[in-house]
């Protein structure tokens, strides 16, 4: 139960740092970039090192990399969402979630990536 | 003069629930992170590190504060929320890829030294996404003067 309160915490202000970074820096394109700042990996791989060792916190990442390249895509339909279907924030946002979710899993098929 | 600045004003935009919710989100993205590696293994969990879940609230929050800025000016402000949400979405898409790069080169040098690993790939990330920012705003400066020359271009002719 500890581990996740102290999860919670080191992850809550991690990603607070980073957001509020975004929020203070213009252009909107610039600070967009600190939406796909490695906050919660920053975080959760600290935690991964303290706890099981280098070696299992460079397996986290390698899976990561299938994650980042959704996450562009996810991006980018979002972007198209909001500009051509006109959706709002909240619900292109959450559709696209979707979208993430079938890229990275399906890098990962194709990776072959099983443990 | 660099195009990149700082806007402290806007931290005066957001309301303090809002900070509290994205706290909330950070960690609760965290803590689900580390309960699907415990369940599934570090591979799988490794997955949910490059998870859009911050960016859900942070997209809804531009498009709030633009609606919000407009509406006390008398206006509607639906479709530039949407626009303002769309570019930082954009720009999410840059980060993206320095996210890879903080990927790639953590994976490779965690191995011998978990210092340099962090170092490094925080700074590959920052790299990355900003040289890919600079390209992207460089090309459309380019294109966009392109556009203009061609389009003067045509009139003149149509003149003759």
Redo the contacts between chains.
């Keep these: 139960m500890t581990e996740y309160v102290i999860r919670f915490l080191v992850g809550g202000t991690v990603v607070s740092a980073f957001a509020m970074l975004g929020d203070l820096l213009r252009p909107k394109s610039f600070a967009g970039l600190f939406g796909a700042a490695p906050s919660v990996a920053l975080a959760t791989l600290g935690i991964a090192v303290y706890q099981h060792g280098a070696g299992y916190a460079a397996l986290q990442t390698q899976a990561m990399i299938a994650g980042a390249i959704a996450l562009a895509v996810y991006s980018v339909v979002v972007c198209h969402l909001l500009v051509r279907a006109k959706l709002r924030a909240v619900t292109a946002t959450l559709m696209s979630l979707v979208v993430w979710l079938i890229v990275a899993l399906g890098l990962l098929i194709v990776a072959g990536g099983q443990t | 003069m660099s195009?990149?600045?700082?806007?402290?004003s806007?931290?005066k935009e957001?309301r303090w629930y809002e900070?509290l919710i994205?706290?909330?989100?950070?960690?609760?993205?965290?803590?689900f992170?580390?309960?699907v590696?415990s369940r599934y293994?570090?591979?799988?969990?490794?997955?949910?590190?490059?998870?859009?879940?911050?960016?859900?609230a942070?997209?809804?929050l531009?498009?709030k504060h633009e609606i919000r800025r407009k509406s006390e000016a008398g206006l509607a402000g639906?479709?530039r929320?949407?626009?303002?949400?769309?570019?930082?979405?954009?720009?999410?898409?840059?980060?993206?890829?320095?996210?890879?790069a903080?990927?790639?080169v953590?994976?490779f040098t965690?191995?011998s030294s978990?210092a340099a690993?962090?170092m490094g790939?925080?700074f590959a990330?920052l790299v990355v996404?900003?040289t890919a920012?600079y390209v992207?705003?460089k090309a459309r400066s380019v294109r966009r003067v392109r556009t203009v020359q061609e389009g003067s271009a045509s009139s003149i002719r149509r003149g003759r």
């Design positions: 195009p990149i600045r700082f806007s402290p806007s931290l957001g900070y994205r706290f909330a989100l950070g960690g609760a993205a965290t803590v992170t580390g309960l590696s293994g570090a591979f799988i969990g490794g997955l949910f590190l490059a998870l859009p879940a911050i960016f859900c942070t997209a809804t531009i498009e639906e479709r929320g949407q626009m303002a949400a769309a570019v930082d979405s954009a720009g999410t898409g840059l980060g993206a890829i320095g996210m890879l903080f990927a790639i953590f994976s965690a191995g978990i690993a962090f790939a925080s990330w996404s900003v920012w992207r705003r």
